[in-house]
C-alpha cells in the first residue's frame, strides 16, 4: 500500500515537472504566443485527477505553486447544468480542489481542459493566444481562410483538420461549444482531434506528451505567418481532401510524426 503512494507521489511529480517545462517553454516572451496572465495549460495525472493553470500567474515564470490539482467528477458535472451564476462556478472550482487548503483558484477554463484530458491520447493542453494565429482569428474572414491545409508539415504536427469553434464566453459556454465540435470532429474522422481554433480568442493543443502540444503551437504560429502572406497574395491554395488524406495515412509521414513527438 506504502509503495503505491510513493509510486503516486513520484507519478505526480514527474508530470507536474513536465507540465511546468511545457508552460514555460509556451509563455516565452520572445514566441509571441502569451502575454501576462494569458493562456492555461493542464496534464492529465490519472482517471480521478490532473492538474491545471491557477488564475493570475502567468506562463513564462510559473513554477509548481502555479497549478491546482483538481478532481475531474466534480468539474465535469459542472457542464451538465444549463446555467451557473459566476459565484456558483467559483465555488464548484474551489470545491473540486484535491487539497481544499490550496489557496490558489483553478483557471476558469478548466471545464474544457477536463473536457479534452478525458479524451483518448491525451495527457497535456496548452491554450495560448498567439498574435500571429488571433490576427487571423479575430478578423472576419477566420473560417474561410482556416478552413483547409496549404503544405504536408501542417497535417502532420497539427492533426487531418482542426475544430473550429466560434466565439463563446470563456467558461461553461465555450466549454459546451468544444465539447460540440470535438464530437462532431470525432464522428466525421474517426479520432479526436489535436487542435482547436476558437474564434476571436485562440488555439488550443492537445498531445500525449508536453512536446506534441508545443509542435502543434509552433506550427500554427507558422501556419499563421504563412496565411496571412498568402491572403495577401490572391487567399490561400489548399491541397486537395485526397492529397490530405494521402500525407496523413502515409507510413513514411506516420514515422515522421512518431520522431516529432516522442517523449523527451
Ligand atoms: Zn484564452
Known amino acids: 500500500m506504502g509503495e503505491i503512494k510513493v509510486e503516486r507521489a513520484q507519478h505526480k511529480r514527474a508530470v507536474l515537472e513536465q507540465l511546468v517545462n511545457m508552460s514555460r517553454s509556451l509563455g516565452e516572451p520572445s514566441r509571441e504566443y502569451v502575454v501576462l496572465g494569458e493562456g492555461n ?47 456558483e462556478i467559483e465555488q464548484r472550482l474551489n470545491e473540486a480542489k484535491v487539497d481544499p ?17 478525458q479524451l483518448p491520447g491525451v495527457n497535456f493542453v496548452g491554450h495560448t493566444h498567439p498574435i500571429s494565429l488571433n490576427s487571423i482569428l479575430c478578423s472576419v474572414r477566420s473560417k474561410e481562410v482556416l478552413s483547409g491545409h496549404m503544405f504536408p508539415e501542417a497535417i502532420v504536427c497539427c492533426g487531418i483538420a482542426p475544430v473550429y469553434v466560434e466565439y463563446a464566453e470563456p467558461g461553461a459556454e465555450l466549454a459546451k461549444a468544444i465539447h460540440k465540435g470535438v464530437h462532431e470532429h470525432i464522428e466525421v474522422h474517426g479520432e ?13 493543443a492537445l498531445g500525449s506528451t508536453p512536446k506534441e502540444v508545443e509542435t502543434i503551437t509552433v506550427m500554427w504560429d507558422k501556419i499563421a505567418k504563412i496565411l496571412l502572406g498568402a491572403c495577401m497574395l490572391g487567399g490561400p491554395r489548399f491541397l486537395s481532401d485526397e492529397q490530405i488524406r494521402r500525407i496523413y495515412t502515409r507510413p513514411d509521414e506516420k514515422y515522421r510524426q512518431r520522431l516529432i513527438f516522442k517523449r523527451e
Open 41 to 87: 495549460t493542464s496534464a492529465k495525472i490519472d482517471e480521478r485527477t490532473f492538474f491545471v493553470k491557477a488564475s493570475g500567474f502567468s506562463l513564462s515564470d510559473i513554477t509548481g505553486r502555479g497549478f491546482v490539482e483538481v478532481y475531474f467528477e466534480p468539474v465535469l458535472e459542472m457542464l451538465k447544468f444549463d446555467r451557473l451564476t459566476d459565484d
Open 101 to 117: 487548503s490550496c489557496p490558489y483558484r483553478p483557471s476558469v477554463e478548466t471545464m474544457f481542459h477536463a473536457l479534452l484530458l
Open 192 to 204: 479526436p482531434p489535436k487542435s482547436i481554433l476558437l474564434e476571436n480568442h485562440g488555439l488550443i
